[in-house]
């Protein structure tokens, strides 16, 4: 099984940037679907962006031309780049991999590994 550890987060102001990065150990993240949510209190988790095993990715409206998924299989690591950030933004951002043989990369039932999450803050 493999474990995700996220990094990058902090406090930012609105307009800033952010690259968040997950890091897996365990096995390599190259069969793996891998995804981006993010939740604030009292809301359900939200999906953020997600990366296929072959590099296609999906966005979640709120975040489209915005936020950028890669995938660097060799290091085993999958980033986020958020740009032009918004107040809005501001949650617990969690790394996600799955492995289902047909994934609705949107839906949270997609990915069964989950890391621990990482404070995305703005300030307007």
């Known amino acids: 099984q493999v474990q995700l550890v996220e990094s990058g987060g902090g406090l930012i102001q609105a307009g800033g940037s952010l690259r968040l990065s997950c890091a897996a150990s365990?096995?390599?993240?190259?069969?793996?679907?891998m995804g981006w949510f993010r939740q604030t209190p009292g809301k359900e988790r939200e999906f953020v962006a997600a990366?296929?095993?072959?590099?296609?990715?999906n966005y979640g409206n709120s975040v489209k031309d915005r936020f950028t998924i890669s995938r660097e299989n060799t290091k085993n690591t999958v980033y986020l780049q958020m740009n032009s950030l918004k107040p809005d933004d501001a949650a617990v951002y969690y790394c996600?991999?799955?492995?289902?043989?047909?994934?609705?990369?949107?839906?949270?039932?997609?990915?069964?590994?989950w890391g621990q999450g990482t404070q995305v803050t703005v300030s307007s």
């Open positions: 996600a991999a799955g492995q289902i043989s047909r994934p609705n990369y949107y839906s949270s039932n997609t990915y069964n590994v």
């Open positions: 365990g096995r390599t993240i190259s069969g793996y679907h």
């Open positions: 990366i296929s095993r072959s590099g296609s990715t």
